[in-house]
């Protein structure tokens, strides 16, 4: 099948794990011309991009692009190339991210900042410098791979009202998880009502950074988020109970779907409660 005009997904991370199984059923819709994965390793993005090849239409044309989240000029570099090549994104599927293990002897300070920096700030900076290629595009969709773990019970409840303040912007939530990583620094961040989880407080970011966006795009983009489900992937130690490509449908949904609501959070397939 030809798709015309020329459409384009982007999904980020998707040399393996979820992100892999995202951009291969994004390929199998039928919905798209072009599939771009951005991959901070080449050989590990040509690898993936050919056995994605290898399955999906030939009228599909799926490339690797160099991509690492967290660093501003790799985001710019990246959307110079998509704004001369194609002038416009359909989909981006923000999927990086990264935990420690558990069993990594970094203390819980050290762990902060890398995971704020990939999970949070490196999305909302890329997303940002995304969005006017989105604004382009036809029928255009966000979708940001958060998790449960994000969820707004976590932190106190002084904490949720302002997570979830409907007049909530980027700024003041950037500033929040500032301030969290500040907490985080000076050893009272339990006194201040957060969760005893740096992973946990990226994603809760990434949701609300969604509704932000939801709000800020609306009707243009239709911007959601997901929790993929507890899937068998490196990040586990494949030790989820759900394959990581079931857990990409979650993604898949509301970057696909007829009608798509906006500012929502997809976990089991299906719009759920943050
Ligand atoms: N697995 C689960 O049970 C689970 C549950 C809830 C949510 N999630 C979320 O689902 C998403 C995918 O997770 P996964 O389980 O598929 O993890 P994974 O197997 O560890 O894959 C993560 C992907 O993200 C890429 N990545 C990590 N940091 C990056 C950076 N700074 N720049 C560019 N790419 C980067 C990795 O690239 P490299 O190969 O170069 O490292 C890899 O392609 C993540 O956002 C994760 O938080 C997973």
Sequence with gaps: MMVTPPRVAVVTGANKGIGFYIALQLGLSGLF????????????????CQEIQQQVADTVKVQSMALTIGDRNSHSEFCKRMEEEFGKVDVLVNNAGFAYKGSDPTPF????????????????????????????????????VASMSGRLRQVSPELQAKFSDPNLTMEQLQQLIKKFERDVQNGIHREEGWSNSNYGISK??????????????????AVNCCCPGYCATDMSGHK??????????NAVIPAIMDNPPTGEFFSDYAVSQW
């Design 240 to 249: 989820g109970s759900r394959s990581a490509s079931d857990g990409a449908k």
């Design 204 to 221: 809760l970011g990434v949701i609300a950074a969604t509704r932000i966006w939801a709000r800020q795009e609306a009707p243009i983009i």
């Design 33 to 48: 011309s072009n599939i771009i994965i951005g991959c901070r390793d080449a050989t590990r993005g040509s690898t993936a």
């Design 109 to 144: 300070a050290g762990q902060t900042k890398k995971t704020l920096e990939t999970n949070f700030f490196g999305l909302v900076d890329f997303t940002e410098q995304m969005l006017p290629l989105l604004r382009q595009g036809t029928d255009p969709r966000l979708v940001n």
